[in-house]
């Protein structure tokens, strides 16, 4: 299971970190991500972690405003974002998926969150 938190209302400018809490599954073996769905538009990759958290990866719209993260003993998944834009208003998921690549794919993940909805005003 997968809970986000850490959404809300910021101006531009901005930042926010979201939070995911795994649980019940072994938290080492699973890649994690980051997608993010606004209104009338498909689900976009955002950001996603390796298995080991050795490794990061982040979609072209965030790279240098956004920093992914796990802990390990607390079994949780952040997303740093900074200097936020309006365009970066969506609801926000995390997600979970076994072994390596394919982390840009929705279809690639197993596991989903309920989303955390994250406003940004102009």
């Known amino acids: 299971q997968l809970q986000a938190s850490g959404g809300g209302l910021v101006q531009a400018g901005g930042s926010l970190r979201l939070s995911c809490a795994v649980s019940?599954?072994?938290?080492?073996?699973?890649?994690l991500g980051w997608f993010r769905q606004a209104l009338g538009k498909e689900r976009e990759f955002v950001a996603a972690?390796?298995?080991?958290?050795?490794?990061?990866y982040y979609s072209d719209s965030v790279t240098g405003r956004a920093t992914t993260s796990k802990d390990h003993a607390k079994k949780l998944l952040y997303l740093q974002m900074n200097s936020l834009k309006p365009e970066d208003t969506a609801v926000y998921y995390c997600?979970?998926?076994?072994?390596?690549?394919?982390?840009?794919?929705?279809?690639?993940?197993?596991?989903w969150g309920q989303g955390t909805q994250v406003t940004v005003s102009s």
């Open positions: 997600a979970a998926r076994r072994g390596r690549g394919g982390y840009y794919f929705t279809e690639s993940y197993d596991y």
């Open positions: 019940g599954r072994t938290f080492s073996s699973y890649a």
């Open positions: 972690i390796s298995m080991s958290g050795g490794n990061t």
